[in-house]
C-alpha cells in the first residue's frame, strides 16, 4: 500500500490548502488555455469554466472522486469546423449536444450496471492504454520544452530547452531531496525556478502585464444574447461523435486515478456519476463560452507524485481558477509563463502517467510470456503512440487513444485464451 499524506476526504491546514490548490491550479493551466488559444475563444473563460465544472463535477460524484477538469484537446479541430461552418455559436451549441451524449451513456451505465464495460477492460489491455495517454502526448511536453514559434513553424532553442531542463530539475530535486510541505509542492518550485530563470535569461515578455487591467470581465458568450441557438446536422456530425474519444478518455483516467489512489471509482460513485459529472461541466462550459471539459492527467500526474488525494485541494484550485480568471493582471502574470517552462514540468506529469500504466501490468501480475497478452499490449502501444487515426471524413476521425483503446477491446475479444474476470475482480 502507498503511504497517503492526505486521502480523499482529509482537509490540509489553511496554508498548506493554498499552496497544494495553486499547484494544481498551475498544473492544468497551460493545457486549459492553450486551447482556447488555437481555436479562437477567450483563455480567461476557459479558466473560468473548467473551475465551475470542477466544482460541478466533485458535487455529482459525492466528493469521491478528485479529478479537475479542463479544456479537452480532442475537440480542436472540431470547434475550428463548427466555428467556420457558422459561427462560434456553432461550436457551443455542439458542445451541448456533447455533453446529452455523456448523460445517455450514464443513464444506460445506470440501468445495466459497468460490468459489460469493464468486461472489456481487462489489465492487458488498460495497462497500455494508460501508457498511451501518457506517452502519446510526449512529443508535445518535448516541443513545448525545446522549440520557439517562427512564424508558422516551431524551432529548435538551446536557450528555451534550457529553462526547461532547470524547471523539470528543480521540482525533481523538490521531490527527491525535501520533506515536508516542500517536497508537496514540486510543480509549483519548477515552475518559479524556471520562471526565475527565465528572467535571468532573458525570454521573458511583461508587456501584456503592463498593458492589462487589473479587473477583466472573461468574454462570455450566452447562447440567445450573443448567438443564435441553431441546430443543424452538419454541426451534429462534426462534434457530438467525438464524445467517442473523451469518453473512452474518461474511463481510462478514471482507471488511472484509481490506480493512483486505491480506491474503486468505477463501482464507487460509479462509472454513471462521473460520466454525468463530465457531462454536465461540459454543459455549464458550452453555456458560457468554454470550450467542452475532460478530465485531466496533468493533476493525476501531481496526484501521484506528492500522495496528496484531498478533494478539498482540486475543490481549491477550481476557486483560484475562477477567481484568477477576473484578474487581468493575474491572468497576464500566468500567461507570460514560458511555454518551456510548462513543458518542463510536463515531461515530469505526463511521464507519471505512462509509469501508472506499467504499475497496473506489474500489480496484476500480467505475464508477457504468453504470446497473446504480448500481442494486446504491443499493438496497443504502437497504434496509440504513433497516432494512427481511422478518418471518416475530413472533420471527424478516431485516432490515438481512442483508436489504441478499440484496437484492444478487439484483440481482446478475438484472440483465443480469454477470461471473463474484470479489472476489478483481477484485482481483488
Excluded at 115 to 135: E, F
Excluded at 352 to 362: C, D, E, H, K
Aim: proline content about 5%; hydrophobic content about 55%; charged content about 10%.
Amino acid at each position: 500500500m502507498t503511504e497517503k499524506v492526505l486521502d480523499i476526504h482529509e482537509k490540509p491546514r489553511p496554508a498548506r490548502w493554498v499552496i497544494l490548490s495553486l499547484q494544481h491550479m498551475f498544473a492544468m493551466f497551460g493545457s486549459t488555455i492553450l486551447v482556447p488559444q488555437l481555436v479562437g475563444l477567450s483563455p480567461a473563460i476557459a479558466l473560468l469554466t473548467s473551475g465551475l465544472a470542477t466544482i460541478v463535477f466533485v458535487l455529482v460524484t459525492g466528493f469521491k472522486v478528485p479529478a479537475y477538469l479542463g479544456s479537452s484537446f480532442a475537440f480542436i479541430a472540431p470547434i475550428i469546423a463548427a466555428t467556420n461552418s457558422g459561427g462560434v455559436g456553432s461550436a457551443m451549441i455542439g458542445s451541448m449536444f456533447v455533453a446529452l451524449v455523456y448523460g445517455l451513456v450514464s443513464l444506460l451505465i445506470w440501468t445495466t450496471g459497468p460490468n459489460w464495460i469493464m468486461k472489456l477492460l481487462p489489465p492487458v489491455v488498460v495497462g497500455p492504454v494508460i501508457m498511451v495517454i501518457g506517452l502519446a502526448v510526449a512529443p508535445v511536453a518535448v516541443n513545448m520544452a525545446s522549440t520557439v514559434q517562427v512564424g508558422n513553424e516551431s524551432v529548435y532553442n538551446l536557450l528555451h530547452f534550457s529553462a526547461a531542463m532547470v524547471t523539470l530539475a528543480s521540482a525533481i530535486i523538490c521531490l527527491m531531496f525535501f520533506r515536508g510541505v516542500i517536497s508537496l509542492m514540486p510543480v509549483i518550485v519548477g515552475i518559479v525556478v524556471g520562471y526565475i530563470y527565465s528572467a535571468f535569461i532573458g525570454i521573458l515578455d511583461f508587456a501584456p502585464v503592463k498593458e492589462a487591467s487589473w479587473f477583466e470581465i472573461p468574454s462570455f458568450l450566452i447562447p440567445g444574447v450573443d448567438y443564435d441557438f441553431v441546430v443543424t446536422p452538419t454541426l451534429l456530425l462534426i462534434m457530438v461523435p467525438v464524445a467517442i474519444v473523451t469518453i473512452s478518455e474518461h474511463i481510462g483516467h478514471q482507471l488511472v486515478l484509481g490506480s493512483v489512489v486505491e480506491k474503486d471509482f468505477i463501482k464507487e460513485p460509479g462509472l454513471n456519476r462521473s460520466l454525468l459529472g463530465d457531462g454536465l461541466g461540459t454543459l455549464v462550459s458550452g453555456l458560457l463560452g468554454g470550450p467542452p471539459k475532460t478530465t485531466y492527467g496533468e493533476n493525476i500526474g501531481v496526484m501521484a507524485i506528492t500522495k496528496v488525494y484531498s478533494v478539498y485541494v482540486i475543490v481549491g484550485a477550481a476557486v483560484f481558477a475562477i477567481l484568477f480568471s477576473f484578474i487581468g493582471k493575474m491572468m497576464a502574470v500566468i500567461q507570460t509563463i514560458p511555454t518551456a517552462v510548462l513543458g518542463g514540468i510536463s515531461i515530469l506529469l505526463f511521464g507519471i502517467i505512462a509509469s501508472s500504466g506499467l504499475r497496473m501490468l506489474v500489480e496484476h501480475k500480467v505475464d508477457f510470456g504468453e504470446q497473446r497478452n504480448l500481442v494486446i499490449a504491443s499493438v496497443i502501444l504502437v497504434v496509440g503512440i504513433g497516432g494512427a487515426a481511422i478518418k471518416f471524413s475530413d472533420t471527424f476521425e478516431v485516432g490515438g487513444m481512442a483508436l489504441a483503446a478499440i484496437v484492444g477491446v478487439s484483440l481482446n475479444l478475438l484472440l483465443p485464451g480469454r477470461t471473463d474476470k474484470t479489472l476489478i475482480e483481477e484485482k481483488e
